[in-house]
């Protein structure tokens, strides 16, 4: 399976810490997709680093890769109580033959940020 | 600029009956894919279309499931003889392309509750 898991499966902190989440994958990849997802609403796409990057950032947040480790980390920065949600680590399969645009999922880490 | 839109948002059926869940993509986007989620899982793929064209049904069960996106109107994703097992939160997600660096854009779902 080529399914990312992310860790911790929950993460509780006060508002204004870092939030950092880990995810691990089993094949190559082209890139990976981080994503959120608030209670009872659909994914938002958070951010795309492809293969031959080793870190981006978006506002506050800040994504690595590391292919040799086949890894991944989503740090955010002074957290906010409304970055309270769900966090999914996605991958294209770089199978040949493979579907274009499937991605495969994660179980997800909760997020819960305190005021 | 509308997102993807799904509806319904809730549906109950009994066992036996059939569901059908509609979903419009983003204006432009030609790509529509269907993931279901059960509880405290990530999302796994069902099946992957373009108009008028199933691309990829390798994650949809061959029996009982159907998914179309014709030339007019939204895609259905059908499930005939629902049984308890379905029940789950089923999204779809569409996009402009369909290439590994394309991210999704999801809909808030549909929540199909068998009784």
């Known amino acids: 399976s080529q399914q990312g898991e992310e860790d911790p499966q929950a993460l509780s902190i006060q508002e204004g810490e870092n939030a950092t989440m880990n995810c691990s994958y089993k094949t190559s990849i082209n890139n990976l997709q981080w994503y959120r997802q608030n209670s009872g609403r659909g994914l938002v796409h958070l951010i795309l680093i492809r293969s031959n990057e080793r870190e981006k950032h978006s506002g506050r947040l800040r994504v690595t890769l590391d292919t040799s480790k086949k890894s991944s980390s989503l740090l955010i920065t002074a957290s906010r109580a409304a970055d309270t949600a769900s966090y999914f680590c996605?991958?294209?399969?770089?199978?040949?033959?493979?579907?274009?645009?499937?991605?495969?999922f994660g179980r997800g880490t909760q997020l819960t940020v305190w005021p | 600029n509308a997102g993807v839109m799904q509806n319904p948002r809730h549906l109950v059926r009994r066992r036996g009956q059939e569901a059908r869940l509609r979903c419009s993509p983003m204006k432009g986007h030609s790509h529509v894919y269907w993931y279901r989620q059960l509880p405290e899982e990530g999302l796994k793929f069902m099946v992957y279309?373009?108009?008028?064209?199933?691309?990829?049904e390798s994650g949809m069960p061959k029996e009982r499931f159907s998914a179309e996106f014709p030339k007019e109107g939204p895609s259905i994703l059908r499930i005939q003889q629902v049984v308890r097992g379905d029940s789950a939160a089923y999204f779809c997600?569409?996009?402009?392309?369909?290439?590994?660096?394309?991210?999704?854009?999801f809909g808030n779902g549909t929540r199909l509750t068998v009784t």
């Open positions: 279309l373009q108009k008028e064209n199933i691309i990829d």
């Open positions: 996605a991958t294209p399969s770089a199978d040949r033959g493979s579907t274009l645009g499937r991605l495969y």
């Open positions: 997600a569409s996009s402009p392309q369909g290439g590994y660096n394309s991210p999704l854009h």
